[in-house]
């Protein structure tokens, strides 16, 4: 069966960098399971799937647009260590939710300079190149309840 809009995919992956660093991977655990078409994984990688069926490897570069987006100076900004009242130590790398007015959005600690805090709305991997190392593992027709919810359901996907 060929990946295709509406199928359940199964993946083992190893995602590097351009320096090489491995930042993810499936390796040790159970292959990543996505419902193709409803923008579970990045688009540049999904895209690039499309076609593929159990068996086939590849290896695929995906740009910052079709990856996490490019990285947005505008979602950084200083604010003062008294907004993170009840946290003991702020350091680089927590993540917390922040109230926007586009609803909920994680933000990262980038950079702490005594009471002044650096956050950051982008997306740890927002500009960078992504390189995937890829082997389709299975492919399999979804159910209608993982049609109607837009993800997987079970082992290596979504559990209710």
Do not use: W
Not at 26 to 39: F, I, K
Not at 80 to 89: C, L
Not at 90 to 106: L, N
């Amino acid at each position: 069966m060929q990946i295709a809009k509406d199928k359940v995919v199964y993946i083992d992956y190893t995602l590097t960098n351009d320096a090489g660093e491995v930042l993810d991977s499936s390796q040790g655990v159970e292959p990543l399971a996505y419902l193709h078409g409803a923008d579970n994984i990045v688009p540049g990688l999904e895209r690039e799937l499309d076609g593929c069926k159990a068996g086939d490897s590849l290896k695929v570069s995906v740009e910052p647009a079709d990856g996490y987006g490019e990285f947005n100076a505008e979602l950084t900004q200083v604010v003062p260590s008294s907004m993170f009242e009840g946290v003991e130590q702020i350091e680089v790398g927590m993540q917390f939710q922040a109230e926007t007015p586009d609803g909920v959005q994680v933000i990262r600690i980038a950079e702490v300079e005594g009471d002044n805090i650096t956050i950051d709305g982008n997306h740890p991997l927002a500009g960078q190149q992504l390189n995937f190392d890829v082997t389709v593992t299975e492919v399999r027709e979804a159910s209608a309840e993982e049609l109607e919810h837009g993800h997987v359901h079970g082992a290596g996907g979504h559990h209710h």
